[in-house]
C-alpha cells in the first residue's frame, strides 16, 4: 500500500503555536518535505527543526524568485514526483507549510497533483491574519460584520473599490507594495484606523500604526483596518 501525504500547517512562525497533531504527525513522518526559495532556507522548515526525526529524508522543493508562474510550477511538478515516489515506496511523508495549507500555502500546489492518486490529508495552522489580529489587540469582525481579505499586489483602483466598500479589512503580502497601500487607506481617510504588523509571532516582530509604519515592509507584513462601530473598538 501507498504511503499517507500530510500537508501541515504550521502557524505564522512561533513554533508553540504548532498543534499538537502537526508536532506528533511531523515527528513520526518517514520523510519530510518543504519548500524554500531558490538559494534560500527553508522558513518551514525552520520553525520545526526541533521536532524533525533523526535521519528522515528531506525533499526540497526549491521555488525560483521570480513573479512568473511558470518555473515555480515546474519546481511543484518536480516535488511532488519524488514524494510520489516516496509514497509508491509505502512511506509517509510530512509536507510543512508555513500558515496554514489552504489559505495562501504553498501546499495547494501539491494537493493538486497528488490527491487524485493518493491519501492526502491535510492538518491546518494558525493563519497569519488571526495570528496578527491577536498580536495587534485589534478584533476582526464582531456579530454580522463582514471580514475582506485582500492581497497587497492588487493595483490601486481595486484595492480603493475593495477597502471602500469593506468593513473589516486585512492587507496581505505588503512588502513592497506598501506605498501604494498606504496612499490608498489615506486618500480614503483611513489611515488612523489602520494597524501594521510585520513577521507576527516571531522575536523581531514590528506592530505599529499604520502611520507610523516603516518605509520598507518584508513580505511577511499585514495592516488592519477595522471600520466598524461595535463597542469592543
Not at 156 to 169: F, Y
Not at 198 to 221: G, K, N, Q
Amino acid at each position: 500500500m501507498s504511503g499517507v501525504l500530510y500537508g501541515i500547517g504550521l502557524g505564522p512562525g512561533d513554533p508553540e503555536l504548532i498543534t499538537v497533531k502537526a508536532a506528533r504527525l511531523i515527528a513520526s513522518a518517514d520523510v519530510i518535505a518543504y519548500p524554500a526559495l531558490a538559494g534560500t532556507a527553508s522558513f518551514a522548515r525552520s520553525i520545526v527543526a526541533d521536532l524533525l526525526p533523526a535521519g528522515a529524508p528531506e525533499i526540497v522543493m526549491s521555488i525560483p524568485m521570480t513573479t512568473e508562474r511558470g518555473p515555480a510550477q515546474k519546481a511543484y511538478d518536480v516535488g511532488a514526483a519524488q514524494i510520489a515516489d516516496q509514497l509508491d515506496a509505502g512511506r509517509s511523508v510530512a509536507c510543512l507549510c508555513e500558515g496554514d495549507p489552504f489559505f495562501y500555502g504553498s501546499f495547494m500546489y501539491v494537493f493538486a497533483r497528488l490527491s487524485p492518486q493518493y491519501d492526502v490529508q491535510v492538518v491546518p495552522g494558525v493563519t497569519s491574519v488571526t495570528a496578527c489580529a491577536a498580536r495587534a489587540g485589534r478584533p476582526l469582525a464582531a456579530r454580522n460584520e463582514r471580514l475582506t481579505i485582500l492581497p497587497g499586489p492588487l493595483d490601486a483602483k481595486e484595492l480603493r473599490h475593495r477597502i471602500d466598500g469593506a468593513e473589516s479589512v486585512a492587507i496581505m503580502k505588503v512588502g513592497r507594495h506598501l506605498p501604494k497601500i498606504r496612499k490608498v487607506i489615506a486618500d480614503l481617510g483611513l489611515t488612523a484606523q489602520a494597524i501594521y504588523v510585520e513577521r507576527a509571532s516571531l522575536p523581531d516582530e514590528v506592530i505599529c500604526p499604520l502611520d507610523t509604519a516603516p518605509e520598507v515592509a518584508p513580505y511577511f507584513s499585514m495592516i488592519l483596518l477595522t471600520k466598524g462601530a461595535d463597542p469592543w473598538l
